[in-house]
């Protein structure tokens, strides 16, 4: 029987490119990039759920030492079973950190960068931070997410959960924003 993988890192991974890289302004960008280094992740097969590994990949501190900032990191609502770290192609520094509960069902995937972009991100405004930070819904049918940016840089934290062999969103914008406050 062959296994059909489906992942919910390339959604993400997406929406973090359009709105860390500017995309989601009315900006057009050329750049080429958005793949990450290497693609560890949650992944649902026909036998249930799997932490697919990239055997390539180095471990989850040397990936977050490879980065030019102080790589921030969230307090996670559940027990991670699984961590991974993933630099992402960029004209800037990109980092993935995925927290996966492969026993719950559950992810969280925090995107973090130095992008110098200004402008004014499009979607639904969000519960503002304890620190007075803006946030921007980015959610899909797949995870919910938010986006903000703090101490100069841009964050992008989704959520979701398998249920019937699908990605759903996990949290709701509230939730997001309790756990985006617990950044550390």
């Not at 959604?11 to 500017?22: D, H, N, Y």
């Not at 049918?141 to 990605?167: C, E, H, I, P, R």
Request: with cysteine; charged share 20%; hydrophobic share 35%.
């Amino acid at each position: 029987m062959i296994s059909i993988y489906r992942h919910a890192g390339w959604i993400g991974l997406l929406i973090a490119l359009a709105v860390l890289a500017g995309c989601s302004s009315k900006q057009e960008t050329k750049i080429d990039y958005g793949k990450p280094t290497n693609s560890t992740s949650m992944g649902i097969t026909d036998e249930g759920l799997k932490w697919d590994i990239d055997k390539s990949a180095p471990s989850y501190d040397d990936t977050i030492g490879r980065v030019s900032f102080k790589v921030k990191e969230i307090k996670s609502p559940f027990p991670p079973s699984h961590k991974a770290a993933s630099i992402i192609k960029a004209p800037f520094d990109m980092i993935q950190l995925t927290y996966a509960s492969l026993e719950q069902g559950r992810q969280l995937i925090l995107v973090e960068s130095n992008s110098q972009d200004t402008s004014e991100p499009e979607g639904k405004s969000g519960p503002k931070l304890s620190n007075g930070a803006p946030t921007w819904i980015q959610s899909d049918s797949q995870m919910s997410a938010l986006y903000w940016k703090q101490d100069g840089l841009t964050f992008l934290l989704m959520s979701n959960q398998v249920k019937n062999k699908k990605f759903i969103p996990l949290y709701d914008e509230d939730e997001l924003a309790i756990i985006a406050n617990s950044i550390y």
